[in-house]
């Protein structure tokens, strides 16, 4: 285990990106745990409340990310600096990501269904830095051969119609596909050739003189949040808990 890991992670500079992540989905999961508890009123944990007004923790988070970020960029890929900062600013994205819902809606959104929204960033984004630590580049340049980075006229085609299908899948409501294909060649074509999502800009701008079309996206749509919606939502309440009944604050 110690041989692999210095092996592939040590070595490559992977270090300081494996410690992001790391501390990313602790700190996600300790705040949730923290959370569940000020909910419950169980603990010593409270709301910090300073002259009456609510400081979320996406405020020391962005000021940790800020932080972990600039120093991770100054002390480039080795060394403790670099370590350090990866760790701080995975603490602090963790923070942030945790309110996503909170900055998406401007709301005290947490603990309602808005708030799911959350959780969803959080597995994205853990996948997507999953995705990178395991050797995958954005738009797949490091999978060319020499030969084909030396053509300019392949590597340039190659980046403009991955891009092209990242555009479509995004227009047709599929994000997370969409910033697959970032990372991965062509893994959005899968979105950019099926049908778009019912309330997608691409359904409403396409669809709206196609009724076959627009009948066969919500037929797909129902079928598959009738399928996937309630091991998804078990999902995300085992992870970030179960939403109040009514939109009340933490």
């Not at 060319?144 to 891009?163: H, K």
């Not at 991965?184 to 049908?195: K, S, T």
């Amino acid at each position: 285990m110690g041989s692999w890991f210095s092996t592939n992670i040590v070595e490559p500079g992977k270090l300081p990106m494996f410690l992001a992540l790391a501390s990313f989905v602790l700190t996600f999961l300790i705040t949730r745990v923290i959370t569940r508890m000020i909910r419950a009123g169980r603990g010593p944990f409270r709301n910090i409340t300073p002259g009456g007004v609510h400081i979320h923790h996406v405020v020391p988070g962005v000021i940790l990310t800020l932080v972990g970020g600039f120093g991770a960029v100054g002390s480039g890929q080795h060394g403790v600096t670099a370590s350090v900062c990866a760790v701080i600013f995975g603490i602090g994205a963790g923070l942030v990501l945790d309110e996503f819902a909170l900055i998406v809606h401007i709301d005290d959104v947490y603990w309602t269904e808005e708030g799911r929204q959350s959780v969803e960033a959080v597995i994205v984004a853990t996948a997507l830095a999953m995705l990178v630590l395991s050797g995958f580049s954005p738009l797949g340049v490091d999978s060319l051969t020499p030969d084909e980075r030396q053509n300019r006229a392949t590597l340039i085609s190659t980046l403009v119609l991955n891009f092209l299908l990242v555009i479509v899948t995004l227009f047709k409501g599929k994000p997370q596909l969409a910033l697959m294909g970032t990372l991965v060649p062509f893994v959005a074509i899968f979105g950019a050739v099926r049908l778009a999502k019912p309330t997608s800009p691409w359904a409403r701008r396409f669809y709206r003189r196609r009724p076959k079309s627009r009948a066969r996206a919500w037929v797909r749509a129902y079928r598959h949040d009738r399928r996937w919606d309630g091991p998804r939502r078990k999902f995300q309440d085992l992870i970030g808990g179960t939403p109040d009944p009514e939109r009340v604050g933490r």
